[in-house]
């Protein structure tokens, strides 16, 4: 299982920007699978987006589509949540999340690493 450590987080206003990213503590991400959540204060957890290993193919929330990009870095150490124009609703934690698979992610996969998320506020 992948040891993974999101960063980025942090308090903006609403139409502002932030870049997340999901790292691994001692390899490469290359071929993982990363799928993005978040958790609202008192609401369970919803899938953002995904990107998967194989192509590069992504899936989004129908509520971030257009806004949000998943997106890997040339070196394949990191993958980044691109977060434009947000919005009070994005608030939450969000988690990254890693499956060792080839497979193209999709709104069900299911995940056998997290990391420990990383505090989004948007305020109004």
């Known amino acids: 299982q992948a040891q993974l450590i999101e960063s980025g987080g942090g308090l903006v206003q609403a139409g502002d920007s932030l870049r997340l990213s999901c790292a691994a503590s001692?390899?490469?991400?290359?071929?993982?699978?990363i799928g993005w959540f978040r958790q609202a204060p008192g609401q369970g957890r919803e899938g953002v987006s995904c990107i998967s290993a194989s192509d590069g193919s992504t899936w989004y929330a129908t509520s971030v589509k257009a806004r949000f990009t998943s997106s890997r870095d040339n070196n394949e150490k990191t993958v980044s949540l691109q977060m434009n124009n947000l919005k009070p609703e994005d608030t939450g934690v969000y988690y990254c999340?890693?499956?060792?698979?080839?497979?193209?992610?999709?709104?069900?996969?299911?995940?056998?690493?997290w990391g420990q998320g990383t505090q989004v506020t948007v305020s109004s």
């Open positions: 999340a890693a499956l060792d698979t080839y497979y193209s992610c999709s709104e069900y996969m299911s995940y056998d690493s």
């Open positions: 001692e390899f490469s991400l290359e071929r993982y699978t």
